[in-house]
C-alpha cells in the first residue's frame, strides 16, 4: 500500500478533483488473465497503482516437491502456458543438471527447433492481443492465424496443441522426419511474408505509434533493478539474452543469430512502442534461427538410451541441487531443484520472467492515463499462470 | 406528412386530429420497421465486413444462407433475455436512459428526405434541426452512466459527454460550408440544387475539407472506432453500458447504427447528390417521351439510389473501425479542437470568398 501514498494529489491549492479508487480486474478484458490493479485516478489519469496478483495460484512449485521429476514435466506446460515448449526445455536442463547427463546431439537441434517455433507463437499472442489492447481487433486474427500454423506443426510431433511436454529429461519424447521439417521451412518463408503485413497494419500506423511512443517508459536502470529479463529488459536497450551470452544448448553456439534492443524508433528508449518492437523483431530472427537448424540438424538419436530404461523406474538423482535458466519469449525462467536422493526433489523452486517483469508495473503506471495503462499492461506481456504459478 | 394527412382526410374521410394522429401513426410506425430491419442487417453487415477483413467468415449457420437470420436471431434472444436493474442503480433513469438515447436519434430520421417528397418532415430548418436532435442523445447516454452506479459508465458516460460536445462544434462548421453554397437549411433544396448543378464535394477543395471534416467529426458523434472511447471494450469494459442486458442494451446498440445512418444519410445528400444520380435528371423519367415511369418507380429508384450512397459511407466507418487503433482522451480532443475546428473555419472561410466570386469548379 506504500505506492498509494506517493502519489496525491495537491490538495492545498483551491482547485482539485476527487480521486476515484478504481479495480481494473481480475476479470477485465485486457488485464491478460486475472490480475487484479488497484488504482487511484484522478480523472482519466492515473495517480497510483498497486497490482494484486494470486487468482491464479496453483502451488505448482509445492507440486513439485510430491511427484517425480518426470510426472513435474506436464505441470511445468501450465506456468507459461503460451510457451510450453520453453519451459519443458528449462526443466529438463535442470533435471539433467542434476543428474549429470547431456542430451544428444540431435536432440539439443530438435529442441532449438521447438522452442524457437513455440517463440514466434508466444510473440504472435503479444502483437495480436496488444491490437486488441489498443482497440484494434484484426490484427489480433491475423495473429491467430500463423500459431494456428505452428500449432498444428507441433501437434504433428507432439500430439498436443498447447501443452506438449515433449521435451523431458534426457531428449525429445519424439523424433522429427524431413517431411515435417519442410512443412516449418515452408511456414518460415509465409511468416516473413505475413510478418511484413503485421507491420503495415499495426506497426506503422500513425494511431498505434502515438499511443505507444513515450508511454510507459522503462529506464535502463529500473529495468535492471527489478530483474527484467528478456524483450523488456532488452527493448531498454540492454543486449542481454542467454542464448547468445551463456548457451544453455549447443546449437546456439553455432547458430548466427541478432538480439534485437530497442533503440527508441519513435520516442523515448524502453517505451512501449520499443518493447512491441523488439518482439517483433525476434520473431524474424526465429525464422532465420530456424531455417539454420533445419539445414545444420545431424542424424543420431533423440533420446538417451540410458535414460529410456530410466523412465520405467522412477528417476533418483544423486543429493545436490542445480540451477538452470533459459531465455523464454517472455524473459528468463529457471528452475532451481534440490535432491535428497529421492524420487522427487525436496524443493523445486521456478523463477519466472512474468512476475519480474509485471514488478515495474506499480512504478510504471503513475502519471499515465487510463488508456495508457492498459498499454502499458499488454507492452510486459504477462501470463498469469506464470505469475501465480 | 402533409401528403398523407390530406390522403386520410380526403379519401378515408377522417376528419382533422383523427387524420394528423393516423398519419403520424404510420408515418412513426413506417421509421420504426425501417431501423429495426436497417439495423439488423447493419448489424450482419458489420459481421460479414469484420469477419472478411480478418480472414474468417462470420455467421454462415443461421438462415442458412450466409448466417442472414443471425441478427433476426439475436433480436428474439436479447427480447427473451431477463431484464436485469443493478441492485444499487438510480432505476428510474436506469429505465429511461434507452429510451431517451434512441428517441434522439429516431427524431433525427424524420427529416431525411428518402427520395422526392418522400420526407416525414420538411422542415425549413432541418440541418439545424439535426444537429440539435442529435445531441439529446448524449443525455441519454450520461444518464445511463451515471444511473449505472458503476465506475466504467462513469468513465465512459463523462468520455462521450467530453467527446461528442467537443466534436458537435466542427460538425456544425463543416455543415455550414454546403449551406451556404445552396443558401438553405431544407434538405431536399440540396437536392434539387445538387441535381441542377452536380455534387457539391466537387464544387471546391475547401468543399472536400468540409466533407472530410464532417465525416470524422460524424464518427467521433457515433461513437464509431477510432472515436469509441465511451465503450472502449479493451479499457472500460463496455462503457456507459456495462451494466445494460437484453433488450436495454439492445437500444444502444440500435442507437449506434441508427445514428451510424443518419451521419452517413447527411454525409450522403449534402456532399454526395442525395437520391439524385448524376448528370440525370430524374424528373423527365415520369414523362411518356423518355421512360414513362409512375412516380412510385422514380420514388423508388430515389430511395435505392439514396441507400446505395449511404450505405458505401456505413461501410467505410466500419472499414475504418476494423483497421484502426483507439485513440486516446487526449489524443481525441487534439484532433478535435487543434485540427478539425479550424479546418472547419477555413473551409468556411474560403467557401464564403469562392462564393462571394463566383469561384468553383462549377458555376454557382
Not at chain 1, 524431413?178 to 500506423?205: P, Q, S
Not at chain 2, 466542427?170 to 451556404?180: M, Q, S
Not at chain 2, 456505413?314 to 479542437?337: N, S
Request: glycine share 8%.
Amino acid at each position: 500500500m506504500e505506492a498509494l501514498e506517493m502519489y496525491t494529489v495537491d490538495r492545498t491549492s483551491d482547485v482539485y478533483t476527487e480521486e476515484l479508487r478504481l479495480n481494473l480486474g481480475p476479470q477485465h478484458p485486457s488485464t491478460h488473465g486475472v490480475l487484479r490493479v488497484e488504482l487511484q485516478m484522478d480523472g482519466e489519469i492515473i495517480t497510483a497503482a498497486r497490482s494484486d496478483i494470486g487468482y491464479l495460484h496453483r502451488c505448482a512449485e509445492k507440486i513439485g516437491e510430491n511427484v517425480t521429476y518426470l510426472q513435474y514435466t506436464p505441470y511445468t506446460d501450465r506456468m507459461d502456458y503460451l510457451a510450453s515448449m520453453n519451459n519443458n526445455l528449462a526443466w529438463s536442463l535442470t533435471v539433467e543438471k542434476l543428474l549429470d547427463i547431456e542430451a544428444p546431439e540431435r536432440s539439443q537441434w530438435i529442441r532449438v527447433l521447438v522452442v524457437e517455433l513455440n517463440r514466434i507463437a508466444s510473440h504472435l499472442i503479444a502483437f495480436g492481443t496488444y491490437g486488441i489492447d489498443l482497440g484494434a481487433n484484426t490484427p489480433f486474427f491475423y495473429a491467430f492465424r500463423e500459431r494456428e500454423s505452428i500449432m498444428a506443426l507441433l501437434e504433428k510431433i507432439s500430439g498436443a496443441r498447447m501443452l506438449y511436454n515433449f521435451i523431458r529429461p534426457g531428449g525429445v519424447a519424439n523424433d522429427i522426419d524431413d517431411a515435417w521439417m519442410d512443412e516449418v521451412l515452408a511456414f518460415c518463408d509465409d511468416f516473413d511474408k505475413r510478418w511484413d503485413e503485421y507491420n503495415r497494419i499495426l506497426t506503422n500506423n500513425h494511431i498505434f505509434i502515438k499511443r505507444t511512443a513515450n508511454i510507459g517508459i522503462l529506464t535502463k536502470e529500473m529495468a535492471l533493478a527489478y530483474g527484467c529479463t528478456g524483450p523488456v529488459l532488452r527493448a531498454s536497450g540492454v543486449k542481454w539474452d542467454l542464448r547468445r551470452d551463456i548457451p544453455y544448448l549447443k546449437p546456439y553456439d553455432e547458430i548466427e543469430f541478432d538480439v534485437p534492443v530497442g533503440m527508441g524508433t519513435h520516442g523515448t528508449l524502453g517505451d512501449c512502442w520499443d518493447r512491441y518492437w523488439v518482439r517483433m523483431r525476434e520473431m524474424r530472427e526465429c525464422t532465420s534461427i530456424i531455417r539454420q537448424a533445419i539445414a545444420a540438424i545431424p542424424d543420431g538419436v533423440h533420446m538417451e538410451k540410458k535414460m529410456e530404461r530410466m523412465y520405467k523406474t522412477p528417476l533418483t538423482p544423486e543429493p545436490g541441487e542445480a540451477y538452470m535458466r533459459c531465455e523464454n519469449p517472455r524473459g528468463e525462467l529457471a528452475f532451481y531443484a534440490v535432491s535428497e536422493g529421492g524420487k522427487s526433489p525436496i524443493r523445486c523452486r521456478a523463477r519466472a520472467p512474468s512476475f519480474c517483469n509485471l514488478s515495474v508495473l506499480d512504478k510504471l503506471l503513475p502519471g499515465t492515463m487510463l488508456a495508457d495503462g492498459v498499454a502499458v499492461i499488454g507492452s510486459l506481456d504477462i501470463v498469469l499462470g506464470e505469475v501465480d504459478r | 406528412m402533409e401528403t398523407l394527412i390530406g390522403v386520410f382526410e380526403q379519401q378515408l374521410g377522417l376528419e382533422g386530429v383523427w387524420a394528423l394522429s393516423a398519419a403520424y401513426s404510420v408515418c412513426i410506425g413506417s421509421l420504426l420497421g425501417f431501423i429495426t430491419v436497417y439495423a439488423m442487417f447493419a448489424i450482419w453487415m458489420e459481421r460479414k465486413v469484420a469477419a472478411h477483413m480478418q480472414v474468417r467468415m462470420g455467421p454462415m449457420e443461421t438462415g442458412a444462407w450466409h448466417g442472414w437470420a443471425q441478427s433476426i436471431a439475436d433480436a428474439v434472444k436479447l427480447l427473451f433475455k431477463e431484464d436485469i436493474i443493478p441492485s444499487q442503480s438510480n432505476k428510474v433513469m436506469f429505465w429511461i436512459a434507452p429510451a431517451v438515447v434512441f428517441c434522439g436519434v429516431f427524431a433525427g430520421f424524420i427529416v431525411i428526405p428518402f427520395a422526392l417528397g418522400l420526407q416525414i418532415a420538411d422542415l425549413n430548418l432541418g440541418i439545424f434541426f439535426l444537429i440539435s436532435i442529435a445531441s439529446i442523445e448524449v443525455i441519454g447516454v450520461i444518464m445511463a452512466g451515471w444511473a449505472s452506479n458503476s465506475k466504467y459508465s462513469l468513465f465512459g458516460a463523462i468520455r462521450e459527454a467530453a467527446q461528442v460536445v467537443s466534436y458537435e462544434i466542427p460538425t456544425a462548421t463543416a455543415l455550414l460550408v454546403p449551406i451556404l453554397v445552396v443558401g438553405s437549411f431544407r434538405l431536399d433544396d440540396f437536392n434539387l440544387w445538387q441535381e441542377a448543378n452536380g455534387w457539391l464535394i466537387f464544387h471546391s477543395p475547401w468543399m472536400m475539407l468540409a466533407g472530410l471534416v464532417f465525416f470524422i467529426s460524424s464518427l467521433a458523434g457515433c461513437k464509431r472506432a477510432p472515436f469509441d472511447l465511451p465503450e472502449a471494450e479493451s479499457e472500460l469494459v463496455s462503457g456507459f453500458h456495462t451494466e445494460y442486458s437484453g433488450m436495454r442494451f439492445s437500444f444502444f446498440f440500435l442507437e449506434e447504427y441508427a445514428s451510424m445512418f443518419v451521419a452517413s444519410a447527411v454525409m450522403a445528400t449534402l456532399w454526395f447528390g442525395g437520391w439524385t444520380i448524376p448528370f440525370v435528371d430524374m424528373s423527365t423519367w415520369t414523362d411518356p417521351d423518355s421512360f414513362g415511369l409512375s412516380d412510385v418507380a422514380v420514388t423508388s429508384i430515389g430511395i435505392v439510389v439514396l441507400l446505395a450512397k449511404t450505405f458505401f459511407f456505413i461501410f467505410v466507418q466500419m472499414w475504418l473501425r476494423w483497421t484502426l487503433p483507439r485513440l486516446r482522451v487526449d489524443q481525441v480532443m487534439t484532433l478535435g479542437y487543434k485540427y478539425l475546428v479550424p479546418w472547419g473555419f477555413v473551409a468556411l472561410v474560403m467557401t464564403a470568398i469562392f462564393k462571394y466570386y463566383g469561384w468553383g469548379w462549377f458555376p454557382n
